[in-house]
């Protein structure tokens, strides 16, 4: 038994000799760890304040801000998978974003549409596949009640006491004709301010950008030929074009995906398929 084992060692200490003598005595070029990464930040789920579900804009600027700091990370990647969510929270990310001085390629897999597409019209370029689901441009607001079409009849009861026309107009459940164009008129704010949002950084002319503007969304090949993207592929399309805008290699490249947890970040390897050496 002890000399099977004495055996073992000396094969193991034979193979990890050769492999050092291949990778620093050979001609040819040395192997050396990447000098560069590319990093990859998740967009998923719903865009919310709420922290534990989705994409919480706070933790989504912690994780910009150490791919800012890292002099390693060259450039980032969005990889986006998102129907999009709140207004406020969508914004918020949407200007971090744009604060990011290094150079950011949205790639869109199944869904970035609403809040989502807005994070993504921050970076500089927008990759989505033929089938992803992209637009729905613009704002929607749900009631946690069901209100009646016909609202013209008064309240039964007094609920509440308001110093304005439309301070307590979900009271008493229901919505007049002026309270209803009220809403109307702040939604219209919205999508107003999402709209600059997209011709800011987006060449897109006055016909699409009304095509746009009535909150349909786009199959990526659709949003290719409107202007909403850039170009068709997948996430290593996505990272190959992030690697060409920071003007670095791909073979001296490392791809890391970035994650919070227990309020750290924490660096994974992904396996891109980027060819390393272009023909």
């Known amino acids: 038994m002890r000399k099977k084992i004495i055996i073992v060692t000396v094969l ?4 990890l000799a050769g492999a050092f003598f291949v990778l ?4 040819g070029e040395k192997w ?3 000098s560069n990464k590319i990093a990859i930040i998740e967009v998923t789920g719903e865009i919310t304040e ?3 579900v989705g994409t919480n804009p706070g933790e989504f600027r912690e994780l910009l801000l150490h791919a800012e700091e890292d002099s390693k ?3 980032i990647v969005l990889r986006i998978n998102s129907p999009g969510g709140e207004a406020g929270a969508s914004w918020d990310m949407y200007s971090a974003v744009k604060r ?3 150079p950011v390629v949205a790639s869109i897999g199944n869904t970035g549409a609403s809040g989502a597409y807005l994070v993504a019209v921050a970076a500089d370029e927008i990759v ?3 089938m992803s689901m992209v637009g729905s441009i613009g704002a929607s607001l ?3 009640f069901d209100v009646p079409i016909n609202a013209s009849e008064e309240a039964e009861e007094l609920s509440s006491m308001p110093s304005g026309e439309f301070k307590d107009m979900f009271a008493d459940y229901r919505l007049n004709e002026s309270e209803r164009g009220y809403l109307e008129g702040r939604l219209e704010n919205v999508l107003e301010v999402f709209l600059n949002c997209i011709t800011e950084h987006r060449n897109i002319n006055e016909e699409n950008i009304t095509r746009i503007a009535k909150g349909g969304w786009f199959t990526g090949e659709e949003s290719l030929h409107l202007g909403l993207v850039d170009k068709i592929g997948n996430l290593d399309d996505a990272i190959e074009a992030a690697a060409k805008l920071a003007n670095i290699s791909m073979e001296d490249t490392k791809i890391v995906a970035l994650r919070l947890e227990d309020s750290k970040v924490i660096e994974s390897g992904y396996v891109s398929f980027v060819p390393l050496f272009p023909s």
């Open 50 to 52: 709420n922290r534990g």
């Open 12 to 15: 193991v200490a034979a193979i």
């Open 128 to 130: 989505a596949t033929p």
């Open 142 to 144: 749900e009631f946690p």
């Open 73 to 75: 990370i060259k450039a």
């Open 32 to 34: 050396h760890a990447p």
């Open 24 to 27: 620093f005595f050979l001609p």
């Open 100 to 102: 990011v001085k290094k």
